[in-house]
Nanobody, 123 residues
Framework: QVQLVESGGGLVQAGGSLRLSCAAS????????MGWFCQAPGKERTFVAA???????YYADSVRGRFTISRDNGKNTVYLQMNSLKPGDTAVYYC?????????????????WGQGTQVTVSS
């Protein structure tokens, strides 16, 4: 059974940092694009960042320069380093994986999803 399990969320003050992790199990994720989405209360789930198997990255404009996505293929784990956090970053963050989407086209139709981890940024 494929599982994506996120961790690392929490409460942080504006300007602070958090590092999210997503551990994948149940299959190998060779050639899968993996990424992060976020969903604030009352809003749609939106794209944050994606990374290819080879390490290519792609970011939403709102987080470029503040967030860094990385992955450890040996551990089937993807990370999201979040710096200079703002109250507007408050959301549930979801990990996703997709075999065929391509780096810049990871979407809500991704094959696999985690259960989400809450990130709250106080002002």
């Amino acid at each position: 059974q494929v599982q994506l399990v996120e961790s690392g969320g929490g409460l942080v003050q504006a300007g602070g940092s958090l590092r999210l992790s997503c551990a994948a199990s149940g299959r190998t994720f060779n050639n899968y694009v993996m990424g992060w989405f976020c969903q604030a209360p009352g809003k749609e789930r939106t794209f944050v960042a994606a990374i290819s198997w080879g390490g290519g990255t792609y970011y939403a404009d709102s987080v470029r320069g503040r967030f860094t996505i990385s992955r450890d293929n040996g551990k089937n784990t993807v990370y999201l380093q979040m710096n200079s956090l703002k109250p507007g970053d408050t959301a549930v963050y979801y990990c996703a994986a997709d075999r065929y989407s391509g780096l810049t086209r990871l979407s809500s139709n991704a094959d696999y999803w985690g259960q989400g981890t809450q990130v709250t940024v106080s002002s």
